[in-house]
């Protein structure tokens, strides 16, 4: 057993998502990614004297669609804070976030892992608070710059409970934040952009202990994988420098994804002191169970719900159903699919196989597909009555359909010539004139060289200009020559 098999790494996740609201938390600003510097803001976001928050009903709304999506406790009455400390970028001085009463408590998230195992990641709360603006320290050489746009942006903080071992949970979890909130179409989840931000508190401590070891906040990850990167170099960090007789230090690190190493950013030896007070402007929010049944009764299928149908129900394999789940524009267009086939294992193929083939190709998005579901279940149904053939439908049909979309499949397929021949007659003429003028080689395939059976079906299959219904002529084939 190496060193770092003796010890196990301890990880929970702060995970921050903007919600898709169209105003800020507690603003009439526009809550929207990009435009100039400084154009979305106005006195409440800048905390002029005098001016009074609102609170945002939208993400209220929000917080409690992720609040049932994970099982968690809703809070009836929610109250606000004032938490503060002093950035730049913090127009106000403070932040209104929840404090000691998060709108959820407690509920949970399973990822799944390469290997198939399901993680159940705990939850210790859901709180609703607002965005801080962005400093930019690589436009000017001189000077840091300030873009309030983001500020009072509506915020779901996710905290996990240290329930996460290794990198790759922690990749598969974010992987479940980021499906479900879009799944919820709370927030679109693009870490590029700063619309899902994660720190990881990662410690280590020799398997077998109950004490935690000393923490360590890592922040400044732009992707998933960087996240899992930086606590694999945290982990190995940490075990070395205890076992060289270090202790590691209570501090706050950034990630170098070219280095591939965190490094310091600040001490945290010593708790901040926020100075947390009730936020005097903004009175407490109820939710009743009315509101929270009348939310649920709006919810779509869920990932969990989905996994457990496609894979139980439906019988496809847990690849399947992953890669239809993975995206939620892929699953409503599967589900509409199925309305119109029984034929599940085919209608996944089709999605991940040429419709996905010709959208990556063109580079679209799965919105820009023209086809409608029922005409894709009109071709799956051609096949599977032996109309046309597989390569057929894939390779000429189905790109002929994309240009046409209003054709019918089937009417599509008899212009283009590609209805099989299933006429047993005029297949039997075919093959007996084939096998006519290749004596030798039908003794050859009498003699043991069954793989000649292959180019009998060839020949046949090219009289027929491709036209044969491959089932029907391999079992015509084999009954001749058993019959020779």
């Known amino acids: 057993m190496s060193i770092y098999d003796q010890y196990e790494a301890v990880i929970g996740l702060e995970c921050h998502i903007q919600l898709l609201t169209r105003t800020k938390m507690y603003s009439s600003d526009i809550a929207q990614y990009g435009g100039m510097p400084n154009?979305?803001?106005?006195?409440?976001?800048?905390?002029?004297?005098?001016?009074?928050?609102?609170?945002?009903?939208?993400?209220?709304?929000?917080?409690?669609?992720?609040?049932?999506?994970?099982?968690?406790?809703?809070?009836?009455?929610?109250?606000?804070?004032?938490?503060?400390?002093?950035?730049a970028d913090l127009p106000k001085g403070y932040q209104i976030t929840q404090d000691k009463t998060p709108i959820c408590t407690g509920g949970y998230i399973t990822a799944r892992l390469k290997d198939g195992v399901e993680k159940r990641v705990n939850l210790t709360r859901i709180h609703m608070e607002e965005d801080a603006g962005k400093s930019m320290h690589d436009i000017d050489p001189f000077e840091t710059l300030v873009d309030l746009n983001r500020a009072g942006t509506p915020l779901l903080e996710i905290v996990s409970e240290p329930d996460?071992?290794?990198?790759e949970e922690a990749y598969?979890?974010?992987?479940?934040?980021?499906?479900?909130?879009?799944?919820?179409?709370?927030?679109?989840?693009?870490?590029?952009?700063?619309?899902?931000?994660?720190?990881?508190?990662?410690?280590?401590?020799?398997?077998?202990?109950?004490?935690?070891?000393?923490?360590?906040e890592v922040k400044n990850m732009n992707s998933f994988r960087n996240v899992q990167r930086a606590i694999d170099f945290e982990i190995k960090r940490q075990i070395d420098l205890i076992e060289s007789g270090g202790i590691v230090a209570v501090e706050t690190r950034s990630f170098d994804a070219v280095k591939d190493?965190?490094?310091?950013?600040?001490?945290?030896?010593?708790?901040?002191?926020?100075?947390?007070?009730?936020?005097?402007?903004?009175?407490?929010?109820?939710?009743?169970?009315?509101?929270?049944?009348?939310?649920?009764?709006?919810?779509?299928?869920?990932?969990?719900?989905?996994?457990r149908i496609y894979t139980?129900?439906?019988?496809?394999?847990?690849?399947?159903?992953?890669?239809?789940?993975?995206?939620?524009?892929?699953?409503?267009?599967?589900?509409?699919?199925?309305?119109?086939?029984?034929?599940?294992?085919?209608?996944?193929?089709?999605?991940?196989?040429?419709?996905?083939?010709?959208?990556?190709?063109?580079?679209?998005?799965?919105?820009?597909?023209?086809?409608?579901?029922?005409?894709?279940?009109?071709?799956?149904?051609?096949?599977?009555a032996n109309k046309i053939s597989n390569s057929a439908a894939?390779?000429?049909?189905?790109?002929?359909?994309?240009?046409?979309?209003?054709?019918?499949?089937?009417?599509?397929?008899?212009?283009?010539?590609?209805?099989?021949?299933?006429?047993?007659?005029?297949?039997?003429?075919?093959?007996?004139?084939?096998?006519?003028?290749?004596?030798?080689?039908?003794?050859?395939?009498?003699?043991?060289?069954?793989?000649?059976?292959?180019?009998?079906?060839g020949e046949v299959m090219k009289r027929s200009k491709g036209k044969a219904d491959p089932k029907l002529l391999n079992q015509l084939v084999k009954q001749t020559l058993e019959s020779i």
């Not at 928050?53 to 804070?81: K, S």
């Not at 996460?164 to 990198?167: D, L, P």
């Open 261 to 307: 190493a965190t490094f310091s950013l600040r001490s945290k030896e010593s708790a901040n002191d926020y100075r947390y007070f009730p936020e005097p402007d903004l009175q407490p929010v109820f939710i009743t169970q009315h509101y929270i049944d009348a939310v649920k009764q709006q919810l779509p299928p869920l990932p969990d719900e989905l996994h």
């Open 39 to 87: 154009s979305h803001t106005n006195v409440v976001t800048l905390g002029h004297p005098g001016t009074l928050p609102v609170v945002n009903t939208r993400a209220i709304e929000f917080a409690v669609r992720l609040g049932i999506a994970v099982n968690a406790n809703i809070r009836e009455e929610n109250q606000f804070a004032r938490k503060n400390y002093f950035y």
């Open 394 to 457: 894939s390779q000429l049909l189905f790109p002929t359909l994309v240009e046409h979309p209003t054709e019918k499949a089937e009417a599509l397929a008899t212009k283009l010539d590609l209805i099989q021949n299933s006429d047993s007659g005029a297949l039997q003429a075919m093959i007996d004139e084939v096998l006519a003028a290749m004596p030798s080689k039908v003794e050859e395939y009498k003699g043991g060289k069954v793989g000649l059976m292959g180019l009998f079906v």
């Open 172 to 216: 598969a979890y974010l992987t479940e934040v980021r499906k479900l909130v879009r799944y919820l179409d709370i927030c679109d989840g693009n870490m590029e952009e700063g619309s899902l931000r994660c720190d990881a508190n990662i410690s280590v401590r020799k398997r077998g202990a109950e004490a935690f070891g000393r923490k360590v």
């Open 312 to 384: 139980k129900e439906y019988q496809l394999s847990e690849y399947d159903a992953a890669q239809i789940i993975e995206s939620k524009e892929i699953s409503v267009y599967f589900n509409e699919l199925i309305k119109h086939t029984t034929n599940f294992k085919s209608a996944a193929n089709w999605i991940m196989g040429p419709v996905r083939s010709w959208l990556n190709e063109r580079a679209l998005p799965f919105s820009a597909l023209p086809i409608k579901p029922a005409t894709i279940a009109d071709i799956i149904a051609l096949i599977d």
């Open 164 to 167: 996460i071992r290794t990198g």
